[in-house]
């Protein structure tokens, strides 16, 4: 998929296309209603379809304490653009300079000069520019200036009300990974690399692929069965701790899936765990013996909830 960037001149092959445009963090089901508008719209009118995305996260600016929310990165939503039908995406780089626009700056300069956008489609509650004085209906009016069209989606709901970021993130930090998945329709995942670490879980017989948390959202504090996605294709049931594992010294974070009856070394790859059913929280154990006796459990249980069926033992 083609990657585009604000601060770059955009292809002339680009020129004239359908824009989808927000934050897209999540990429959540009210998302895919916007951007699937989009791609629909610019294959009825035979053209590429963009799809545009902050980053940072304009809170980030504004509120550079905030703790890490992030639900989805760039690559992960630059994957889901791409099944979803687009184009390309186009990364806005969020700075003091974008923020400072005024909104009707902001719908010439970008979509009309930089990228010559016949259509832009954004959720009915979309703003952008300075005081974020722009609006859809701002949309409309200034960039029917140059011939851009622009459209709305509203908001798509289920019997607990309108599917947003909030609410997955809310769920997460509940543990609750259904309703996140349900929102999602996918599960809540985390892309990393593995690192190298004390290695504590090889010698007492769980060896897990460690991953940093980074800017992603911290779910629950816990254990988890999860899913995990190799760079080869190849999808690996397991158990995760999620957290600063109490009983071990000093306390780290750390997510560590743990992937059934796989051996080999995923010692920096790329993988993606998959976050499909919270088991318990982390907890605090007397001794090493306590903790593996615990980890065996939650294996266990993992396996009976992902549906895994358990090796059969030798003669």
């Known amino acids: 998929m083609i990657r585009l960037d604000n601060r770059q001149p955009v292809s002339h092959a680009l020129h004239g296309a359908v824009l989808a445009l927000?934050?897209?963090?999540?990429?959540?089901?009210g998302h895919q209603a916007v951007?699937?508008?989009?791609?629909?719209?610019?294959?009825?009118?035979?053209?590429?379809?963009?799809?545009?995305?902050?980053?940072?996260h304009p809170v980030r600016l504004f509120k550079p304490e905030t703790p890490p929310f992030r639900l989805t990165t760039l690559e992960q939503r630059q994957d889901m653009f791409l099944a979803a039908g687009a184009t390309a995406m186009l990364v806005l780089h969020f700075d003091?300079?974008?923020a400072g626009m005024g909104?009707?700056?902001?719908?010439?300069?970008?979509?009309?000069?930089?990228?010559?956008?016949?259509?832009?489609?954004?959720?009915?509650?979309?703003t952008?520019?300075?005081?974020?004085?722009?609006?859809?209906?701002?949309?409309?009016?200034?960039?029917?200036?140059?011939?851009?069209?622009?459209?709305?989606?509203?908001?798509?709901?289920?019997?607990?009300?309108?599917i947003s970021s909030s609410r997955v993130r809310h769920a997460l930090q509940l543990g609750d990974c259904q309703t996140a998945?349900?929102?999602?329709?996918?599960?809540?995942?985390?892309?990393?690399v593995v690192?190298?670490?004390?290695?504590?879980?090889?010698?007492?017989?769980?060896?897990?692929?460690?991953?940093?948390?980074?800017?992603?959202?911290r779910p629950r504090y816990g254990i988890y069965a999860v899913k995990g996605r190799l760079p080869d294709g190849r999808v690996l049931p397991g158990a995760a701790n999620l957290g600063i594992r109490p009983t071990i010294e000093p306390p780290i974070e750390l997510l560590e899936p743990y992937f059934f009856d796989f051996s080999g070394d995923l010692y920096g790859q790329e993988i993606e765990v998959e976050f499909h059913h919270f088991l318990r929280p982390e907890a605090k154990f007397d001794s090493l013996?306590?903790?593996?006796?615990?980890?065996?459990?939650?294996?266990?249980?993992?396996?009976?909830?992902?549906?895994?069926?358990?090796?059969?033992?030798?003669?």
Not at 103 to 126: C, N
Request: proline fraction near 5%; charged fraction near 25%.
């Open 35 to 56: 951007v699937g508008e989009a791609v629909r719209w610019a294959r009825e009118l035979g053209r590429p379809a963009i799809v545009a995305t902050f980053d940072p």
């Open 195 to 217: 690192q190298h670490g004390a290695k504590l879980g090889r010698s007492i017989g769980f060896p897990t692929a460690n991953l940093e948390m980074e800017r992603y959202l």
């Open 128 to 162: 952008f520019g300075r005081g974020r004085t722009g609006s859809p209906a701002l949309l409309q009016s200034v960039g029917a200036e140059f011939g851009l069209s622009a459209r709305t989606v509203g908001p798509v709901r289920d019997e607990e009300g309108v």
């Open 289 to 315: 013996d306590a903790l593996m006796a615990q980890i065996g459990r939650d294996c266990e249980q993992a396996r009976d909830l992902l549906g895994v069926t358990r090796p059969v033992s030798g003669f």
């Open 22 to 29: 927000g934050n897209f963090d999540g990429f959540h089901a």
């Open 181 to 192: 998945m349900r929102l999602l329709t996918r599960p809540f995942a985390v892309r990393g």
């Open 96 to 98: 003091r300079a974008m």
């Open 103 to 126: 909104a009707e700056e902001w719908v010439r300069e970008l979509l009309g000069k930089q990228l010559g956008a016949v259509g832009v489609v954004t959720g009915e509650d979309f």
